[in-house]
């Protein structure tokens, strides 16, 4: 086991007992649960101990800085830095490695090149940042990366501050409990400025790096990507409203029953998007209400996730979806209501930073390949304002947002070491 393997394994199983989910299988961990904050107090720990200065900003993101020997740790010191991280809430039963292996990886990376700066093998420039962001996975209060679209002022804070998670509690109310100022939230550009290229290391979330492309005569394919682009995507509300009433009383004849339009909705959606080329379309998630076996739900909500290449094709779609919902709930006497809640544009990666990123991280993985990815992340919403950039690690399966998503360790190790390539380059 070579030492990025040991940094990594050990960094993240010391957190693998920390939001498991007995009923999903795998990983919870929302935004500012216990277990999220448990993961927060985590990285502050592991980054103090490597002497890093620790803070948490107005949006509630952590920022552990390796200054430059002798500098003034102020705005002018730490502008233009070189920052790298990720984040460390989770989809509902998701896997140990989406956000939290780019943390890792990140704390592995800095100790290498702490070690190459000790041996004078590498003579830095710029400071450099771990960061974590808070909210990337949107799964408790709808809108996915939270955190750095407020940084970027890509949400207007009086927005974010309204948004409820499934208890009915405000955003605004849960960040302050958790010691943020929501009064303080939102664009920030001197935390813009300190920011002069970022780069993100991810688990890899589909067949990107398995695809017969790439894969050798054993199947098997290279161990770290580069990132090249971000498909367009976006979650809508569809709300159908309908009469609640009694499952034993109401004749089949009599109702207006939300669930049996919603269930039609969500064929639809299957059908209007596999015809179209290049689009991806979920129901992941529905609420009835009141949600009783014994009865006919009043409304029902669920939660469209609508991705394509093309913005004005997800817009179409998202339309069409939308007209046959109209359609399918006023055959069953209901009626529906569409609420955007978050859109990503699709995001091509800084030009200059892909060919940095691509030139040293061949070094290490000869054949890594440039991958564009259906995953939205943090560094999508960052590259609107800076040069972003991603790094993607090996899975196997291909398979995440699932208790089954996974890494292996060599991989871990290549992906750490091509990350220090990477930062070592641009310091
Ligand atoms: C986040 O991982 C997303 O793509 O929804
Ligand atoms: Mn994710
Ligand atoms: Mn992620």
């Keep these: 086991m070579n030492v990025h393997t ?7 199983g010391a957190i693998a007992g920390v939001g498991k989910d007995a009923r999903r299988g795998g ?13 927060r107090e985590w990285f502050t720990a592991e980054a103090a101990a490597r002497s890093l200065e620790v803070s948490t900003d107005a949006n509630g ?9 002798g500098s003034a740790k102020d705005e002018a010191s730490r502008r233009g830095a070189l920052v790298t991280g990720s984040h460390l809430d989770s989809v509902p039963g998701g896997g140990a490695f989406d956000g939290p292996l780019g943390v ?46 407020l940084l970027t002022g890509a949400i207007d804070p009086a ?8 208890e009915g509690n405000t955003f605004a109310e849960v960040a302050a409990a958790n010691g943020l100022d929501p009064a303080r939230m939102g664009r920030d550009d001197a935390a813009l400025a300190r920011i002069g290229d970022f780069i993100e290391l991810h688990v890899e979330q589909g067949q990107g790096l398995n695809s017969p492309a790439h894969t050798d005569d054993a199947g098997r394919g290279p161990a770290v990507a580069v990132g090249g682009s971000i498909l367009g995507h976006g979650r809508w509300r569809l709300s159908f409203f309908g009469q609640g009433n009694h499952a034993g009383t109401t004749l089949m004849a009599d109702r207006a029953d939300p669930m049996v339009a919603a269930a039609q909705a969500i064929v639809a959606v299957r059908r209007i998007a596999a015809a179209q080329d290049d689009a991806r379309a979920t129901v992941g998630r529905i609420e009835p209400v009141p949600g009783g076996t014994n009865a006919i739900a009043s409304r029902v909500d669920m939660w469209l996730d609508v ?27 209901c009626s529906v209501h569409l609420t955007e809640e978050s859109f990503s544009n699709t995001v091509h990666f800084d030009s200059g930073l892909v060919r940095s990123l691509s030139n040293s991280v061949r070094r290490q993985v000869p054949d890594a390949p440039l991958l564009p ?33 996974h890494v292996e360790d060599d991989d871990a190790a290549a992906g750490v ?5 990477a930062l070592a380059e641009l310091l």
């Design 6 to 12: 040991h940094t990594v394994n050990t960094l993240l």
């Design 27 to 39: 990983y919870t961990r929302p935004v500012h649960s216990s277990a999220e904050t448990t993961l």
């Design 61 to 69: 993101i952590i920022w552990a800085w390796w200054d430059l020997p």
């Design 104 to 149: 890792a990886s990140a704390l592995a990376a800095y100790d290498e090149l702490a070690g190459r700066v000790a041996t004078g093998s590498l003579v830095r420039n710029r400071a450099l940042a771990l960061a974590v962001f808070p909210e990337e996975e949107g799964s408790r209060f709808g809108v996915a990366c939270l955190g750095s679209r």
């Design 159 to 166: 927005r974010a501050l309204q948004l409820r998670d499934g």
């Design 307 to 333: 991705r394509h290449p093309d913005d004005a094709v997800t817009a179409m779609l998202v339309e069409k979806i939308h007209g046959q919902a109209q359609k399918l709930a006023a055959f069953e006497g």
């Design 373 to 405: 990815t259906g995953a939205g992340h943090d560094a999508g919403v960052l590259a609107a304002k800076v040069p972003a950039g991603m790094l993607y690690v090996r899975n196997p399966s291909g398979i995440s947002h699932s208790p089954q998503e």
């Design 417 to 421: 070491l091509a990350l220090a390539d």
